[in-house]
């Protein structure tokens, strides 16, 4: 008998892992139809418990995929009033990066402004916008929200670009 790791290894894990989380499903479409007997609300949690279990098929599928390897990294900032969750942002020189201005939480307009890139993102209330860049000079550079006042209130932070 061969110990070969094979793909057909790993689709078992996967089935398991799948089958796992299908039982876990049952329970829970088995309260939510208990719920359904006694409540007017089965049609929404019909929905949600096939929503449930569509995501569950979906995910083994997802676990065959080789770990992302990203190209573009990501960066997530999270805006409020007056600040950025992420002050501090460190990107390498010359590599593509994807700013992510999460501004979903925040009750106005908010915006990363870079001088020294020229660089502009802004978020409505509600919103999360992304743009990609390259930041070519190594250094470390400040950020700031440039509507009026934000900036002074401490909407600021730091993007430090580190040599490749
Ligand atoms: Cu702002």
């Not at 796992?20 to 309260?31: F, I, P, R, S, V």
């Not at 449930?52 to 979906?58: Q, W």
């Not at 020189?93 to 307009?109: H, M, Y």
């Not at 890139?117 to 978020?123: N, P, Q, S, V």
Request: glycine share 6%; charged share 25%; hydrophobic share 40%.
């Amino acid at each position: 008998m061969s110990r070969v790791k094979s793909p057909s290894a790993f689709e078992k894990l996967s089935t398991e892992h799948a089958r796992k989380q299908l039982e876990t499903l049952t329970k829970q479409l088995a309260t939510l139809a208990q719920d359904w007997k006694e409540s007017r609300r089965g049609a929404v949690l019909a929905m949600a418990a096939s929503a449930m279990l569509s995501a569950a098929l979906a995910k083994p599928q997802e676990m065959q995929a080789p770990l992302n390897d990203t190209k573009s990294a990501e960066v997530r900032i999270v805006s409020s009033e007056f600040r950025y969750a992420t002050a501090k942002v460190w990107v390498t020189a010359g590599r593509p990066v994807t700013l992510v201005l999460d501004n979903s939480g925040a009750e106005t307009e908010h915006g990363i402004f870079l001088p020294a890139f020229g660089f502009r993102l802004m978020a409505k209330t509600g919103e999360i916008n992304r743009k990609s860049v390259v930041f070519d000079k190594p250094g470390e550079y400040e950020f700031a929200c440039d509507l009026p006042g934000h900036r002074e209130a401490g909407m600021k932070g730091t993007l430090i670009v580190s040599a490749p």
